[in-house]
C-alpha cells in the first residue's frame, strides 16, 4: 500500500469513532462524543457499586445520618427532572464510613459522600450543594464521555503504532508517543470542564429544590481551606483552581439568579444539619477507612 493510502486510512479509522459516536446531552443540550448506552452507564454503576463501598469502610453505621442524606438526595433528584429531557436512573446516595474528604459520582445514578466530608459542613444548603454537583456529574453523562474519550484515543494510538511499525516510519512512531502524552493532557482538561459544568449544574439543581445557593460557595470555601495553599497548577489537575470556581459560581448567581443572592426565604438548614448530621456523627465509634 503506498504512504498516501497509508495516510488516507489513518485519518478514516482516526475520525470514525467520533463520528459515530456523538450524541446530545439531555441536561445541557450539547452535543458530545459518547460511545456507551444509558443502560451500560447503568451496568457499570450497579457492578462497581459495592467495590466502592467495601473501600471506604462500608455505609456508616448511622441510620439517621443515611437516611437524612437520602431525603435531601431525593430533592435533588426531583430538581434533576425538571430538565426538557430527565436523565432517568436508579439514583441511590451513599454515605462512606471514611475520614477522607470527599464525594464523588459513578455511573448510572449512584452518589457517594464521605462522613469526613460530612463532619466539615454545617448546612443542609451545603449538602444540597455537593450533592446537587454529584448529580450534575451523572446528569452531564461525565463518566460516559471520559470513557468514550479514553476508548478513542487508545483505538488512534494503537492503530498509528501499528502502521508505524509496518512501515517502519519513525514520524509515525513519534505521532503515536505524542497521541499518548496528549491524550493524557486532552483527559485531565476534560476532567477541568466536567467540574465547572457539574458546579453550574449542581448550582440549578440545588436552587430548583429551594436551596440557597451560598451553600455551594461554602462548600468551596471549605475545600479551600482544606488545601493549605499546597495547590498544584491548575494546568496538570483534574479540578479548576477552588478560587475559579467561586468566582465563576457567584458571576452565574448573578447572572442567572439575582433574586437568590440575598438568600430570603431560602432554605439554609443549620439546626437540621446539626440534628441529623453533627450530632448523630459524636455518637459513632471512629470511621472504619482512613487515608
Given at each position: 500500500?503506498?504512504?498516501?493510502?497509508?495516510?488516507?486510512?489513518?485519518v478514516?479509522?482516526?475520525?470514525?469513532?467520533?463520528?459515530?459516536?456523538?450524541?446530545?446531552?439531555?441536561?445541557?443540550g450539547?452535543?458530545?462524543?459518547?460511545?456507551?448506552?444509558?443502560?451500560?452507564?447503568?451496568?457499570?454503576?450497579?457492578?462497581?457499586?459495592?467495590?466502592?463501598?467495601?473501600?471506604?469502610?462500608?455505609?456508616?453505621?448511622?441510620?439517621?445520618?443515611?437516611?437524612?442524606?437520602?431525603?435531601?438526595?431525593?430533592?435533588?433528584?426531583?430538581?434533576?427532572?425538571?430538565?426538557?429531557?430527565?436523565?432517568?436512573?436508579?439514583?441511590?446516595?451513599?454515605?462512606?464510613?471514611?475520614?477522607?474528604?470527599?464525594?464523588?459520582?459513578?455511573?448510572?445514578?449512584?452518589?457517594?459522600?464521605?462522613?469526613?466530608?460530612?463532619?466539615?459542613?454545617?448546612?443542609?444548603?451545603?449538602?444540597?450543594?455537593?450533592?446537587?454537583?454529584?448529580?450534575?456529574h451523572?446528569?452531564?453523562?461525565?463518566?460516559?464521555?471520559?470513557?468514550?474519550?479514553?476508548?478513542?484515543?487508545?483505538?488512534?494510538?494503537?492503530?498509528?503504532?501499528?502502521?508505524?511499525?509496518?512501515q517502519?516510519?519513525?514520524?509515525?512512531?513519534g505521532?503515536?508517543?505524542?497521541?499518548?502524552?496528549?491524550?493524557?493532557?486532552?483527559?485531565?482538561?476534560?476532567?477541568?470542564?466536567?467540574?465547572?459544568e457539574?458546579?453550574?449544574?449542581?448550582?440549578?439543581?440545588?436552587?430548583?429544590?429551594?436551596?440557597?445557593?451560598?451553600?455551594?460557595?461554602?462548600?468551596?470555601?471549605?475545600?479551600?481551606?482544606?488545601?493549605?495553599?499546597?495547590?498544584?497548577?491548575?494546568w496538570?489537575?483534574?479540578?479548576?483552581?477552588?478560587?475559579?470556581?467561586?468566582?465563576?459560581?457567584?458571576?452565574?448567581?448573578?447572572?442567572?439568579?439575582?433574586?437568590?443572592?440575598?438568600?430570603?426565604?431560602?432554605?439554609?438548614?443549620?439546626?437540621?444539619?446539626?440534628?441529623?448530621?453533627?450530632?448523630?456523627?459524636?455518637?459513632?465509634?471512629?470511621?472504619?477507612?482512613?487515608?
Amino acid at each position: 500500500m503506498s504512504r498516501k493510502w497509508s495516510w488516507l486510512w489513518i485519518v478514516v479509522l482516526a475520525v470514525s469513532p467520533w463520528l459515530a459516536g456523538c450524541g446530545t446531552v439531555p441536561a445541557t443540550g450539547r452535543s458530545q462524543f459518547i460511545m456507551i448506552s444509558r443502560d451500560q452507564e447503568v451496568r457499570l454503576g450497579a457492578e462497581a457499586r459495592d467495590e466502592f463501598v467495601a473501600g471506604y469502610g462500608g455505609e456508616i453505621q448511622s441510620a439517621q445520618i443515611r437516611n437524612y442524606v437520602r431525603d435531601v438526595g431525593a430533592k435533588i433528584v426531583e430538581a434533576t427532572r425538571l430538565d426538557p429531557e430527565p436523565w432517568d436512573v436508579p439514583w441511590e446516595f451513599i454515605v462512606l464510613d471514611s475520614a477522607t474528604v470527599n464525594a464523588f459520582a459513578i455511573p448510572g445514578g449512584k452518589v457517594f459522600i464521605t462522613r469526613g466530608m460530612l463532619s466539615r459542613m454545617n448546612s443542609e444548603a451545603q449538602l444540597a450543594g455537593i450533592l446537587g454537583h454529584e448529580a450534575g456529574h451523572v446528569t452531564g453523562r461525565h463518566s460516559a464521555r471520559i470513557i468514550s474519550n479514553q476508548y478513542a484515543i487508545a483505538g488512534v494510538v494503537t492503530m498509528i503504532g501499528v502502521f508505524g511499525e509496518l512501515q517502519d516510519s519513525d514520524v509515525l512512531r513519534g505521532i503515536g508517543v505524542g497521541a499518548q502524552v496528549g491524550g493524557t493532557v486532552f483527559a485531565l482538561s476534560f476532567s477541568r470542564s466536567h467540574e465547572l459544568e457539574a458546579d453550574q449544574l449542581g448550582l440549578r439543581y440545588m436552587t430548583r429544590a429551594g436551596y440557597d445557593p451560598e451553600g455551594l460557595i461554602e462548600v468551596f470555601e471549605i475545600l479551600k481551606s482544606l488545601q493549605g495553599g499546597a495547590a498544584g497548577p491548575e494546568w496538570l489537575s483534574t479540578h479548576p483552581t477552588t478560587d475559579r470556581r467561586i468566582a465563576e459560581t457567584r458571576a452565574l448567581i448573578q447572572e442567572q439568579h439575582p433574586e437568590l443572592i440575598n438568600g430570603q426565604g431560602l432554605i439554609v438548614g443549620r439546626d437540621r444539619f446539626q440534628q441529623n448530621v453533627l450530632a448523630p456523627l459524636r455518637a459513632l465509634p471512629p470511621p472504619r477507612h482512613r487515608p
